[in-house]
């Protein structure tokens, strides 16, 4: 048999972390000032090296660029999560499962409809008996 999957590890359920405040955590706008105090603040006679500068230009770029990265997983990830469970059961209509009565005899049909009443989702399959099945009565899917 299949295990389900626990709705408590969800990313919805998870709690959104806490940002840090403080000097401990430095983000893109800490490093411009750094960046545009160390610049205001150089040696007239002694200026940056344009290799040192290129450098620190690279590690901003490359920091910026995490930064949108994590932000368009963490968007892909939500909409994955709030997609519709009916959209999600629907991927079985026309495939083969396979359940246990009962007795324990194995039995198989191909998923017909796709229903949610009250949270629940049930499968009708389309043999004689019109069976309705949930989610975690199903032990095989194939084509």
Do not use: C
């Not at 990313?11 to 401990?24: A, D, M, R």
């Not at 490359?62 to 909409?79: C, G, P, R, V, Y």
């Amino acid at each position: 048999m299949t295990n389900p999957i626990d709705s408590s590890l969800y990313l919805s359920n998870n709690p959104p972390q806490q940002k840090q405040t403080g000097t401990n955590i430095l983000g893109k706008d800490d490093f411009l000032r750094i960046l545009i105090t160390q610049l205001q603040n150089q040696d007239p006679m002694n200026p940056m090296e344009d290799k040192d500068f290129i450098a620190q230009m690279a590690q901003f770029s490359t920091l910026e660029q995490m930064t949108n990265m994590s932000k368009s997983i963490e968007s892909f990830l939500q909409e994955i999560q709030n997609e519709s469970p009916i959209l999600k059961g629907s991927e079985l209509i026309g495939k083969k499962v396979a359940w246990l009565d009962e007795k324990g005899n194995q039995h198989q049909a191909v998923v017909e409809t796709v229903s949610i009443k009250d949270g629940t989702m049930t499968f009708t399959l389309n043999d004689e008996q019109k069976t309705s099945l949930l989610l975690n009565d199903i032990i095989q899917v194939s084509n």
